[in-house]
């Protein structure tokens, strides 16, 4: 499965972004997907995660509220709609896939996109 992830940029606290995750080569439909972020000098941090049909979607406690993910199986692709962004945001955005996660392990997820910057200034 290749993943190609888009979307980031540089916006103010309090903007809105949206990020997409396309997927490739594999069967999209059957495997868990996963969003992920790294800040400089810190570990991979899991943000939300969506089953395979969509029915069962996890957050980080930290975006809980401000972020929604979401999955069109038709079209391979994997989002993640971020509100109301903090400085604290502010990381490189990875999308990951997987059979079988437990969501927030990111060791579960064998596959993972080149990662996309968003930068939130104060």
């Known amino acids: 499965v290749q993943l190609q992830a888009s979307g980031g940029g540089l916006v103010q606290a309090g903007d809105s972004l949206r990020l997409s995750c396309v997927a490739s080569?594999?069967?999209?439909?059957?495997?868990?997907m996963g969003w992920f972020r790294q800040a400089p000098g810190k570990e991979r941090e899991f943000v939300a995660g969506i089953r395979p049909a969509g029915g069962i979607i996890y957050y980080g406690d930290s975006v809980k509220g401000r972020f929604t993910i979401s999955r069109d199986n038709a079209r391979n692709t994997v989002s993640l709609q971020m509100h109301s962004l903090k400085t604290e945001d502010t990381a490189v955005y990875y999308c990951?896939?997987?059979?079988?996660?437990?969501?927030?392990?990111?060791?579960?997820?064998?596959?993972w996109g080149q990662g996309t910057l968003v930068t939130v200034s104060s």
């Open positions: 080569g594999g069967t999209f439909s059957s495997v868990t």
């Open positions: 990951g896939a997987g059979v079988g996660v437990f969501f927030s392990r990111t060791s579960d997820y064998p596959y």
